[in-house]
């Protein structure tokens, strides 16, 4: 047995304090020299047992040690014949492996609570020990890993290619190539000092002899030794009546979905979190899992280990019955419902028999309640008929518009793993793309050679045709999910939004009887979304002309005909879309305006709406009241405003969004001077911070982000929505940006869009954004503003010329340390509306780095 090697000085992020070795006995007698890092905590109150895989070692956990929960004891062991502990003379076989790890605890005398945290092969070891002390284990927490091969699966490819004996000794033993490939696989990628630390202790091949009896150890074939332990502990873990937490990067090559699936099955008790672009080496590329497992720790340790949901508030309203219910109640009316402009025209009668057909489809075809349905249709009956048979038939409708792109869909569709998709042929050829092992339907007949191609198992037709003379499901209850719906995007990758029926009905109440809408009101909506509240709402609704991925292509003459089709009286856009319809305007008939003044009220949201805008639409909708409700996907609406109490409230430094609705409570939690909002809730007047939000129809959670869930909610019962703002004394709501996007200087926070509108009111000046450059706590304020002539310009940033400069120095309120100019400036892609700020920053760090070479 060779002694093992000093660890080297100088590893970035690890403390040499927690390093020391222990001379440890196996059940034969032989003593091994183990290296572990051991944070040290005397008469802790738990134990967090790190346990690192293949090849890594405990370096691994170094952010882990340092940020460990009061109190908790944090252990990684070197695994023998890896990283500085002792090298072997042979092979370490699983169950041999899983020994070693209780005889190191036993010599190290824990006694429990303990919770285990794995990662790769470390995974299924740190299991094997769970369920040998079951009486000290506390908890289990798992990175990327898996305990089996779900059935038909020949394992992790790259892992199989390594596994070969011919190429076994060289990429894993005599070359180091096996060891820097696993580094390569992070994204971002690592800093070359990080992927010399995960080498340093395998320099030579005779070091790295256990890097390839790792590989030789994965049971692939029933037949490998290793394979009887492993399926005991794969199994035995199902048995496991302990939290568990899973952090999941989906980007690893070698531990796909197939495997955080399998995981899910045999855990469902786990949280899950997923680290949207994180790889395989989940700890390296997400290093706030650390603070995330120190939390769910904390939460164990307090009793909160499950969100409170006990402070939510209920709708005070007698709800329906269903989500359906408008539209059974509508079940014998023969006007329109839904509205093709240039298509198909349903009635109410029509479209109630369709989904109650198609709901006793859905269920005679296997969906069953509480399963997934993803919805890849364009707004059409079809799209408005499947989503309401789907509630009808007590799944979840998924939602992920294709404005996200197909990177962003399948990373959407993945992370909400969806059990069927409903498509038209596009949508269908992108599940394919997006290889979604799901149960695919046909909205509509298609040719068999491209239903074959596409995997189509159904058709829409077939499921109202089969339904027709088959039972209808029962009701799903209030308390079960309905729905769930991802996010722009525009702050960072999308996130599922989970709504309960109930909630989704409270929403539902809350729209309704804000706006006075009743079955005498139809529906245009500009966004193509909002005009699945329709049947719910009891109003029927149209979809003009356009391009759902492009809302700014929305004209005056095809907001016209919508209107005129379904005789609209409400009509719902995105700012984006009613700039277009001002700009196009002229083009309007004497008909089209006809249909457009009998319009009552016009909604706008996804983005704050500028006031001469609003005014400026009087001009298309004379008789509109003009209204911009504020909210986002984890609650709509929260408050509303409308264009004269815009007006009355005047300027200030924000957005006014109006007072909190009905039922809804409103507080911020004030910002400290590095930008964070740490402070208790308040309602006190003129105080800026993080907007929280408290009403019966917020968002039930995230879907497979806890963390994420876990910090939005961390006042019980609240939503905390990341927007900036302030309540004034008249109890009204001013937005002035999103919590990333607040600018931290050496004299205090500075908050953009009170910053921008101000620039904003410059002549020759149509747009701008303010972003902080520099580190956090000593940033600068740097204005980008598009000149009215900035359609003739690049989209690139240079610098302002020294009049408009000290314009906007003059305007701004607050120091601005630089002006640049730019064409456009980049923008959210749902809604085409919300300045994209990150990327502003990004765009003008770099044009300031260079800002000599670029002057104009």
Not at 319 to 348: F, I, K, M, N, Y
Not at 809 to 824: M, N, Q, S
Request: glycine content about 10%; aromatic content about 4%; charged content about 20%.
């Amino acid at each position: 047995m060779s002694v093992p090697i000093d660890l080297p000085a100088g590893l970035p992020g690890l403390d040499p304090a927690w390093s020391r070795r222990l001379s440890v006995a196996d059940a034969t007698g032989t003593k091994h020299e183990w290296h572990l890092l051991d944070n040290g905590v005397p008469d802790p109150v738990g134990t967090l047992l790190c346990v690192h895989g293949n090849p890594t070692w405990s370096y691994l956990w170094r952010r882990l040690l340092a940020a460990a929960p009061p109190g908790w004891r944090v252990i990684a062991p070197d695994q023998l014949g890896m990283g500085f502990s002792a090298r072997l003379p042979g092979p370490r076989p699983l169950e041999q492996r899983v020994a070693d790890l209780g005889d190191l605890t036993a010599a190290l005398g824990l006694t429990g609570p303990v919770i285990t945290v794995g990662h790769d092969w470390g995974g299924v070891i740190s299991l094997g020990w769970a369920l040998a002390h079951r009486d000290q284990l506390r908890g289990v927490v798992l990175g990327n890993t898996a305990v089996s091969m779900p059935e038909g699966d020949l394992g992790p490819a790259l892992i199989r290619m390594a596994h070969a004996p011919g190429v076994r000794s060289v990429a894993t033993v005599g070359t180091p190539l096996f060891v820097r490939a696993t580094t390569a696989l992070s994204s971002p990628r690592l800093p070359a000092d990080v992927r010399d630390a995960f080498a340093a202790p395998y320099r030579t091949a005779a070091r790295r002899r256990s890097v390839g009896d790792f590989v030789a150890d994965i049971p692939f074939s029933p037949g490998h030794p290793s394979r009887a332990a492993q399926e005991a502990i794969a199994e035995g873990i199902r048995s496991l009546d302990v939290p568990a937490l899973l952090l999941w990067g989906p980007r690893d090559p070698v531990f796909g979905e197939r495997y955080l699936a399998d995981l899910r099955e045999r855990l469902p008790q786990a949280q899950l979190h997923r680290y949207e672009g994180a790889s395989h080496l989940m700890p390296e590329d997400a290093p706030q899992y650390a603070d995330a497992v120190a939390q769910w720790v904390t939460d164990l340790s307090t009793g909160r280990y499950t969100v409170d949901t006990a402070d939510r508030p209920r709708s005070a309203q007698p709800q329906p019955r269903g989500l359906g219910s408008a539209l059974a109640d509508r079940a014998a009316d023969d006007s329109p419902a839904v509205v093709e402009v240039g298509g198909t025209t349903v009635s109410w009668a029509q479209l109630h028999r369709r989904v109650e057909h198609l709901a006793a489809g859905l269920a005679h075809a296997g969906i069953r309640p509480g399963q997934r349905v993803a919805l890849l249709v364009e707004p059409s009956v079809d799209l408005t008929a499947a989503v309401y048979a789907v509630w009808r038939a007590g799944a979840v409708i998924v939602v992920a518009d294709k404005g996200l792109g197909l990177r962003g869909m399948r990373r959407a569709l993945h992370s909400a793993r969806v059990d069927a998709v409903i498509g038209g042929a596009p949508g269908l050829a992108a599940a394919r793309a997006m290889r979604l092992s799901a149960t695919r339907i046909a909205a509509t007949g298609l040719p068999a050679a491209a239903a074959r191609a596409l995997g189509v198992a159904h058709t829409l037709e077939e499921l109202e045709r089969a339904g027709s003379t088959a039972p209808l499901p029962a009701e799903a209850d209030l308390d079960t999910d309905c729905a769930v719906l991802f996010t722009s995007g525009a702050t960072g990758p999308a996130k599922g939004v989970v709504y309960t029926r109930r909630q989704a009905l409270a929403q539902l109440d809350l729209v309704g009887t804000t706006y006075g809408l009743s079955p005498d009101d139809r529906l245009v909506a500009g966004f193509a979304p909002f005009a699945l509240f329709g049947p719910a709402l009891g109003i029927g609704s149209a979809v003009p002309d356009v391009d759902v991925t492009a809302p700014g292509s929305l004209t005056a003459a095809a907001l016209a005909d919508a209107t005129a089709a379904i005789d609209g009286t409400v009509v719902f856009a995105s700012p984006a879309a009613l700039r277009r319809v001002v700009a196009t305007a002229d083009e309007l008939t004497g008909p089209q305006r006809t249909a457009l003044s009998r319009v009552r009220l016009l909604m706008s949201a996804g983005a704050p709406v500028p006031l001469p805008l609003l005014r400026e639409l009087r001009q298309v909708l004379p008789a509109a009241a003009a209204h911009t409700p504020y909210g986002m996907t984890e609650a709509l609406p929260v408050t509303d405003v409308s264009a004269t109490e815009i007006g009355a409230a005047g300027p200030g430094n924000g957005v006014c969004v109006g007072r909190p609705l009905p039922g809804v409570e409103v507080r911020v939690s004030p910002l400290s001077p590095t930008g964070s909002a740490d402070g208790d809730l308040t309602d006190v007047p003129g105080t800026t911070g993080e907007v929280a939000v408290r009403a019966a129809h917020v968002k039930d959670r995230y879907d497979a982000l806890w963390a994420t869930e876990r910090a939005s909610s961390r006042d019980p019962g609240w939503h905390r929505t990341g927007d900036v703002g302030h309540l004034d004394a008249e109890g009204r709501l001013w937005i002035e940006g999103r919590l990333p996007h607040v600018v931290t200087t050496a004299d205090g926070v500075v908050t953009p869009v009170g910053v921008e509108q101000r620039v904003q009111l410059l002549d020759g000046v149509s747009a701008a954004a303010v972003v902080g450059v520099g580190p956090v706590g000593a940033q600068v304020v740097v204005v980008v503003v598009v000149p009215a002539d900035g359609a003739r310009r690049r989209a690139g940033f240079e610098l302002a010329d020294p009049a408009l400069s000290d314009a906007v120095r003059g305007a701004a309120g607050t120091e601005v340390a630089a002006v640049l100019v730019t064409g456009r400036l980049p923008v959210d892609i749902r809604h085409q509306s919300k300045v994209d700020r990150r990327e502003v920053a990004r765009r003008a760090t770099r044009t300031l780095a260079g800002a000599r070479a670029r002057t104009r």
